[in-house]
């Protein structure tokens, strides 16, 4: 789970400055070749890069000071991130080192000098604290209250030691946000740390307790729809959508037209990041319709889910390139079809969900070897060319690899709604597709029904 504040900060904005360059530097302690290190300034996103020794200099324009952040992807090793302070003419300088408690390096200590050595710290300070209150301080919502209160204290002083007046005042301005975000994060922390869901009552009072017609607390009532609401979760038609449900569900709650906007609006946004098409995109979409009164997020969603349609099943699938292992080019359209049913893993190197599923493909193309009627591919958004060629020639795969260089760029990702990975498509001996969000390999039973 990531960072509250980062969240929150990202997409802000501080004071005026000059397209000078902030500079980021350091060095990754254990570092693997492998890893993959991202700078995200909110949707933008960037490669950083590393010497063979774990050494980088990172420079970026900064028209205005920011907060970035830095996202490792560490090669079978999990996940984890630091969030910098960004000022043109700065430079800031880290040593990132392994915490000693985590043996797969799940997560990395920063050691900070250079210009924004105390803001840098702050933020570290802030995110530990955040998504660490402690297992006492998350058994109820009210020593989580406790707790927050007592953060607050302790943050303001902190804050206060950074000695920059620019990220003070914008730190400033979000606390009341910040406060509403904590208190909303609370279920997924309790879940995460105390591994059970949340059924605390206060809680829920503290859900209930606001102005479900204020568009100001869309957040809080999405929350109370999700842990609370017993209508919204358990509708009689068990075969809509959960979304679907909150349509529903939110027109019942408030009379303002314009929460129930801002409600539709971002489920259906986030209902898009996961959906792969299909008749349930259909049938939400057009519920999305007959509630939202938004014309220019209507028109948003509307062209990113007209093309997805005409990806339904039994739908022609459409074309792109791809390469081999050894650069030649193919069409899509050459490889699926001539008769054969064809699942295909769409996947990259530095994607752990999408590396433990390849053990489940083997088995399959194993399973289905004498099925002459069955083909898999594995087709690979990997940005570095060298990490997949030597993750092929490694595991010598008995199955059809290929890869497509502009990854999430690409057309094909554009055509297909591929925001995220691992994804699965299945197609028929004619071409037409039967899924483009197919059951995993991993799925047992769902997984081989496709192909009974």
């Excluded at 710290?121 to 998504?131: C, F, I, K, M, P």
Aim: charged share 25%; aromatic share 14%; glycine share 6%.
């Amino acid at each position: 789970m990531r960072k509250i504040l980062f969240a929150i900060m990202a997409a802000m904005c501080i004071v005026p400055g000059y397209a000078q360059k902030a500079v980021i530097k350091g060095h990754m302690q254990g570092y693997d070749p492998e890893d993959r290190v991202l700078a995200m300034f909110g949707n933008e996103k960037d490669t950083v890069r590393f010497d063979s020794q774990g050494n980088f200099v990172y420079e970026r324009e900064m028209p205005q000071p920011a907060q970035g952040f830095f996202y490792i992807n560490s090669n079978g090793r999990g996940n984890s991130g630091f969030a910098f302070w960004f000022e043109a003419g700065k430079t800031s300088v880290v040593e990132m080192v392994p915490d000693a408690n985590e043996k797969r390096y799940t997560s990395y200590q920063g050691e900070f000098s250079g210009d924004n050595k105390l803001v840098n710290e702050y933020l570290r300070w802030n995110s530990v604290q955040t998504n660490n209150p402690g297992e006492e301080n998350l058994k109820t919502f009210k020593a989580y209250q406790a707790w927050f209160a007592k953060f607050q204290k302790d943050d303001a002083k902190m804050l206060k030691g950074t000695k920059n007046a620019d990220f003070i005042a914008q730190v400033n301005e979000s606390k009341a946000d910040f406060e509403t975000q904590m208190m909303m994060y609370y279920p997924q922390l309790y879940q995460y740390r105390i591994g059970q869901p949340c059924k605390d009552a206060d809680f829920i009072t503290y859900l209930k307790d606001c102005d479900f017609n204020d568009v100001k607390n869309v957040q809080r009532i999405m929350m109370y729809m999700r842990y609370a609401d017993d209508a919204a979760q358990n509708d009689e038609d068990d075969m809509a959508t959960p979304t679907i449900n909150t349509f529903r569900r939110i027109k019942t709650l408030t009379q303002s037209q314009d929460v129930i906007n801002a409600v539709a609006d971002q489920s259906m946004k986030t209902f898009m990041v996961y959906s792969g098409g299909g008749e349930n995109l259909r049938k939400t979409y057009e519920a999305y319709k007959q509630t939202t009164t938004n014309a220019a997020a209507l028109k948003e969603i509307a062209d990113k889910v007209e093309p997805l349609l005409k990806l339904a099943k039994g739908s022609p699938a459409t074309d792109f390139t791809m390469s081999d292992r050894q650069g030649n080019v193919h069409h899509f359209l050459d490889v699926i079809g001539h008769g054969k049913t064809v699942y295909v893993d769409f996947w990259a190197t530095w994607c752990g969900p999408c590396c433990k599923e390849i053990p489940f493909v083997e088995k399959a193309v194993e399973k289905y070897k004498d099925r002459k009627d069955i083909k898999f591919v594995s087709v690979s958004l990997d940005d570095n060319l060298g990490k997949w060629q030597k993750k092929i020639d490694s595991d010598k795969p008995s199955w059809e690899q290929y890869i497509i260089p502009e990854n999430f760029n690409s057309e094909f990702a554009k055509q297909y709604n591929i925001n995220a990975i691992p994804r699965f498509m299945i197609f028929d001996g004619d071409g037409n597709i039967i899924s483009i969000d197919a059951p995993r390999p991993s799925a047992g039973e769902a997984f081989d029904n496709l192909f009974k």
